[in-house]
Nanobody, 123 residues
Framework: QVQLVESGGGLVQTGGSLRLSCADS????????FGWFRQAPGKGREFVAA????????DYADYVKGRFTISRDNAKKTVYLQMKTLKPGDTAVYYC????????????????WGQGTQVTVSS
């Protein structure tokens, strides 16, 4: 059983930084690939970043590349999303998702989702 809990969201000014965490209470953390997605008000959920099971493969959406970094600590059963140079357009609820296959940008290929954490970037 995979249970994902996100944390680290909040209110930050333009240009600021936040680090989101996604903790998994399950026993098989290292066998899952993870992704971060976000959903802004009135918009659909979109891909942000993904990381493979061993942390080597990482993929980023163009609109966060160079500003966001995804990482994982298998010993702590936690996935991170370090966000820098935040913009008002990054305001959204951020979701962590787990996939027992490969890291992917495709939302419906993820089997487990967290409840989301709100990130608000003020101008």
């Amino acid at each position: 059983q995979v249970q994902l809990v996100e944390s680290g969201g909040g209110l930050v000014q333009t240009g600021g930084s936040l680090r989101l965490s996604c903790a998994d209470s399950g026993r098989t953390f290292s066998t899952y690939a993870f992704g971060w997605f976000r959903q802004a008000p009135g918009k659909g959920r979109e891909f942000v970043a993904a990381i493979g099971r061993n942390g080597v493969f990482r993929d980023y959406a163009d609109y966060v590349k160079g500003r966001f970094t995804i990482s994982r600590d298998n010993a702590k059963k936690t996935v991170y999303l370090q966000m820098k140079t935040l913009k008002p357009g990054d305001t959204a609820v951020y979701y962590c998702a787990a996939n027992q296959g490969v890291a992917t940008r495709i939302e419906h290929e993820y089997d487990y989702w967290g409840q989301g954490t709100q990130v608000t970037v003020s101008s």
